[in-house]
């Protein structure tokens, strides 16, 4: 990870980088997506079938596609006791922040004979998908809570969990454990593009969903970007970012652990330091080394720092703050000492921890808010995974009939400036 | 028009035509937007200028491409008083509807020590299309209303007009009007995908934005898929639709006025009526081709509801709404003698209107909603345009040093059940 003065010319083409470092796939990967889709399309379940024992296991049939209330109390059975409890409190927490997302429907009578409003309504059905990585060893068990919890909070009915299984055809047991306490009891083995696929389109076994949310690898995002319009999804979710904002009073063994964190998720992740003070860098810099010397996924982490990774010394916090807004980080940290006192100018940002106590972590697993958020600057105009992904609003309108009258010139001068005469016919058809 | 009962096989397969209609464009067009916007990247307001006097005008320099103040009071000086008093009106009545839709930040105390909110902000930019049909002769004044309003309603800064001009290098001044009355003073004399190129990747004049929203032809509709995740956009609009569910009681004169003000839009367009009488249903197909023979876009119409319209005879209202909520309409008009009974079995529907004296033109101008409405099927999982499209949301998170003991434990496990040891060394390194 290199050191930058910012602005400087050297700066800037490195933030240039940073901006332009994309999703990291190629139409390649994009054509191998598409027919997987098609073909799941084509075969259903027969597909998924084949492709899970291709790809991820070697024991899924039709038949054990689905997830057996017995195999959820098997998982439940297997699991340790403390895990249980952690899952418990991360649900309450997490169930506490989306009620308060919340929207009401409401209707206005702003007018003589006129109701307009508003009806705030849960989408059908929801698909949730939980990354299992490499032979379901590494469980995913906060992304099941993340998408699960606001579809159950939004008031979604039908929940459908996809999620890889391991090489003897179970799903891990803390995914199952989790999804059972979340209350999902709709689950399939299969992971990838092709369970994607599964949830837009349906399947003899699956239910076609309205929405599919989740993050996952390179296949998952492509297929939920070819199958967006078809569902609606939360975002296209890139790689990993961190930005923390920090002055002289932050401890460089935090700062450094925290940019580690984002750094160790993806060779393409962006872990950045923006500092006023010369010291503070210098001395995370080194700290960082030693860090990741003892870290299993140091290769990645490392990559990951050298390519997208920056230290950038700004004259003042304020140009940092700009900087920050420039680059619409996923996760933004504000490690000084008053960071209340900045939240005002900080436009972009997926979600803003305040003070050196509040780790990045913190919001992934336990806090409260979504840890699915906005990445490669889409924090300028989107949001975290929430209870908005799951409602859909219907306007409503009534007119009396001399409600109608009052108004129906104007209509009709709108409709033939715009020279649609049948939208004037039906006021007038109806004007006394 | 066709009358078909439902269900039944035929109905069903004329269902899914409707269903799986499409958006209408072939990879050819594809690809030449993409070349459009390319090219926009590449040379700025120079291939602005060349694209609108290739296919909208032939007087546009670079001197011209904005929008002087003094064209401006030409336009607000040309138009007719009624048309201003018109605009005065709707701008009010849908400022009105949309200021109910703002939504606020908030903060959350949920235990000792830990504080967690969502700050909601408007974007930063937004652009809005205007489509100015043949040669600005048909001005679509309403979509400068329905984009800008919900734009000025979230507080957004910088609001950037595109829309075609006329051959004669000027802007339709019943846009310009509408623009100035709106608060929009930013507006370029450029249309179709080269426009929403320019808003999407910004050129030396036109703005770089956050979001781009607003209807258009294939060309725009293609653009904004394409740019669609370097800026926010709307939606992917489809041909208009339009659903009546109607019963005995409604009039055949007026049902038909109304399919017909969807169907001229558009040769695509959908419009169906579903009734459980068979006298109305052949009341309105004989009234129908009445109303035909009067209308100036006649042919549109016809094609419209020969290919994707239908009179759909149902056994009962019930029966009605559940074909309704599988298609997910657009506008859906309720003309049955008790509407309001019905609302609470509507899932799928962008907009609602309620009677006989409402019909859908209502919301197209003047009511307060918005028209710029989700199609085919989106209805399902998606809203309408409104102060949401030019919203952001960002989570705070603030945990105290004593707060974070409290929950160490439990992030902790989870991030190394996960396989996530950088993330676990994050909460380690603080733990007391």
Known sequence: MKLFEY???????HVKTIIDRGLGF?????????AFINDVKTRGDQALVEYTN???SDAVTLDTLKVTPEEFDAALASVDARFLDTLDRAIVQLTGFHEKQKQKGWIDTPRNGVMLGQLVRPVGAAGVYAPGATGGKTPLVSSVLMGGIPAKVAGVSTIVLMTPPMADGRINPHILAAA????ISC???????????????GTDQVPKVDVVVGPGNIYVTLAKKIVA????????????????IADRSADPACIAADLLSQAEHDAMASAILVTDSKALATRTLAVMELQLQALPRQETARQSLDNFGAVMLVPDIETGIELSNRLAPEHLELMVSEPFGYIDRIHNAGALFLGSYTPEPMGDYIAGPNHVLP????ARFSSALGVDNFIKKTSLIHYTEKA???EADDVIRLAEIEGLHAHANCIKIRKK
């Open 7 to 13: 602005p400087s010319r050297e700066a800037e083409a």
């Open 26 to 34: 190629s139409s390649a990967d994009h054509d191998q997506v598409l």
């Open 54 to 56: 291709r790809f991820d």
């Open 180 to 183: 059972r306490k979340v209350g």
């Open 187 to 201: 689950v399939f083995k299969a992971g990838s593009a092709w369970a994607i696929a599964a949830l837009a389109h």
């Open 229 to 244: 319009g078809t569902v609606g999804i939360d975002m296209i979710a890139g790689p990993s970012e961190i930005l923390i």
């Open 375 to 378: 990445t490669a600057g889409t």
């Open 404 to 406: 109608l009258q009052n």
